[in-house]
């Protein structure tokens, strides 16, 4: 299985405030079954040039610890992309925020956006070469709707659903990302992990009702499809 949501670098956004969290954070998600990830720290335009260099140094420390716990334990840098019109003139201008240096895009909005404005970025998105996967999309009202989110798998978006929904949310909440699940609209889980006591990686208990729910098959799709594309992509370019 593996992760593609998750705020592990340490020092650089919400997530782990230094390398022993990280560490903590590492062996958690491997011992519950996670044998890779995407690093991705909140991005947004008001970031520097200057910002990436921390980015980079701290993310070459995470791999050393990765491999402390596990040789194999694969780690790529990534991005949580809170979109606007200026970060997309980044993309395009090779700003190194895609994930795993392909051309998929972890994308973050205003969770009341309008149906209406998130298809017109998508579209943007998509327009300028770029794959996107809106993060943790339980979160947006528009998304409420299933029409509004069959428009948008039309169209090859990719929706990821955070572990802390199937585990913890409200009963309607998981009810509704239960049956999205079962009718193949979601494509990935993520942890949206930012440490190990308040905000978790909470892998081992989702997988767990997920796999009761809906069989190990779909829950594989979701925890390895995603970020296998991922990867095959990154590998060809």
């Known amino acids: 299985m593996y992760d593609i949501h998750c705020h592990i670098i340490p020092?650089?956004?919400?997530?782990?405030?230094?390398?022993?969290?990280?560490?903590k954070m590492l062996q958690f998600a491997y011992n519950e079954g996670i044998h890779g990830l995407i690093a991705t720290p909140h991005y947004?335009?008001?970031?520097?040039?200057?910002?990436?260099?921390l980015w980079e140094q701290s993310f070459k420390k995470l791999k050393k610890i990765a491999r402390?716990?596990?040789?194999?334990?694969?780690?790529?840098?990534?991005?949580?992309?809170?979109?606007?019109?200026?970060?997309?003139?980044?993309?395009?201008?090779?700003?190194?925020?895609?994930?795993?240096?392909?051309?998929y895009v972890l994308l973050e909005f205003p969770y009341d956006i309008s149906f209406k404005y998130l298809e017109m970025y998508l579209i943007n998105v998509m327009d300028s070469g770029f794959n996107p996967i809106i993060a943790h999309m339980e979160r947006y009202v528009a998304?409420?709707?299933?029409?509004?989110?069959?428009?948008?798998?039309?169209?090859?978006?990719?929706?990821?659903?955070?572990?802390s929904t199937i585990v913890s949310g409200s009963f309607s909440k998981r009810r509704r990302m239960l049956k999205l699940i079962?009718?193949?609209y979601i494509d990935a889980i993520g942890s949206d992990a930012h440490n190990v006591t308040s905000r978790p990686a909470n892998w081992a208990a989702c997988i767990d009702y997920l796999n009761k729910k809906v069989g190990y098959g779909v829950v594989e799709r979701l925890t390895t499809e995603v970020y296998e594309k991922i990867i095959k992509e990154k590998r060809a370019k």
Not at 11 to 23: P, T
Request: aromatic share 8%; net charge negative; with cysteine.
């Open 44 to 53: 947004n335009s008001s970031f520097k040039d200057g910002d990436f260099e």
């Open 182 to 184: 079962e009718d193949g």
């Open 68 to 103: 402390s716990v596990n040789k194999k334990f694969m780690v790529h840098q990534g991005a949580e992309i809170f979109y606007d019109s200026e970060v997309l003139k980044k993309l395009q201008t090779g700003a190194e925020i895609t994930m795993a240096g392909s051309n």
């Open 143 to 163: 998304l409420h709707d299933l029409d509004c989110v069959e428009s948008i798998k039309r169209q090859e978006v990719l929706l990821q659903v955070n572990t």
């Open 11 to 23: 020092g650089v956004d919400d997530g782990a405030g230094d390398y022993h969290e990280a560490k």
